[in-house]
C-alpha cells in the first residue's frame, strides 16, 4: 500500500500554458487546480470578485479547454490559469485554496481595486468581510448611497471594520473601488 488510501490524488493538469518574453513583465500567470472547498468552487466567473488588476486566461476541465466568459461556472478540479500583477497574488490564491476559518498572523492590509458592479455579498464570500446586510447591493451603490453630495474620487467610508475608496468616479458614478484587505504576514 502506498499510504494514501482516502486521500485525494493530485492530478496533472490536461496542458500547460506556455509564454516566452525577450523583456521582463510586472505580471505573473499561476495556475490552480480548484479545491472543492475553495470559494471559487461552484461560482460563475463574473461572480468572484477578483481585482482588476487579475484575469483568467483560461480554465482547463479534464481533456477540455473552457473559454472564460462571465457565465462560465468554475468546478472543482478544474484548472484555473490566471494573469495577474505580482502584488495581488495572496488575494487571489485564498479564491483557489480551501477556505481556513482562522486567519494567523502577523497581519497586513492590501488595498485592492475593485470593479463597483461587484456586489457586497460576493466580497463577504471571497475574502471574508461583511460591509453591509444586504448581499445583493453593489459596492458603487453602498459608495453614493453613503456619500451623498461628497462623492468624488479619492472619498472613503468605513463599512464595518473595512475602508473603501472611490478610486474611479465618472459622470458622478463610482466605477472604480478601493478595497482594504487583510492578509496574513
Known amino acids: 500500500?502506498?499510504?494514501?488510501?482516502?486521500?485525494?490524488?493530485?492530478?496533472?493538469?490536461?496542458?500547460t500554458l506556455e509564454i516566452n518574453s525577450i523583456r521582463h513583465l510586472d505580471g505573473d500567470i499561476v495556475e490552480y487546480r480548484v479545491e472543492p472547498t475553495a470559494p471559487a468552487a461552484g461560482r460563475k466567473v463574473r461572480e468572484l470578485a477578483l481585482?482588476?488588476?487579475?484575469?483568467?486566461a483560461m480554465i482547463a476541465r479534464g481533456d477540455e479547454v473552457i473559454p472564460p466568459r462571465g457565465r462560465t461556472l468554475?468546478?472543482?478540479d478544474d484548472y484555473v490559469f490566471v494573469v495577474m500583477k505580482p502584488d495581488v497574488r495572496p488575494v487571489v490564491d485564498r479564491m483557489f485554496s480551501p477556505r481556513r476559518t482562522v486567519p494567523g498572523g502577523p497581519f497586513?492590509?492590501?488595498?485592492?481595486?475593485?470593479?463597483?458592479?461587484?456586489?457586497?455579498?460576493?466580497l463577504?464570500?471571497?475574502y471574508g468581510v461583511h460591509l453591509d446586510p444586504d448581499p445583493?447591493?453593489?459596492?458603487g451603490d453602498l459608495m453614493s448611497e453613503r456619500l451623498g453630495d461628497e462623492l468624488e474620487e479619492g472619498a472613503e467610508?468605513?463599512?464595518?471594520?473595512?475602508?473603501?475608496a472611490a478610486r474611479r468616479v465618472v459622470d458622478g458614478k463610482v466605477e472604480l473601488v478601493g478595497v482594504e484587505i487583510l492578509l496574513e504576514g
Open 124 to 126: 463577504e464570500n471571497f
Open 74 to 76: 468554475i468546478q472543482s
Open 136 to 139: 445583493a447591493r453593489t459596492l
Open 51 to 56: 481585482p482588476e488588476t487579475a484575469l483568467i
Open 157 to 164: 467610508i468605513l463599512a464595518g471594520d473595512i475602508r473603501l
Open 108 to 122: 497586513k492590509f492590501l488595498e485592492l481595486p475593485i470593479d463597483a458592479r461587484t456586489r457586497v455579498g460576493d
Open 1 to 15: 500500500m502506498d499510504g494514501s488510501l482516502g486521500r485525494r490524488r493530485a492530478t496533472r493538469p490536461p496542458l
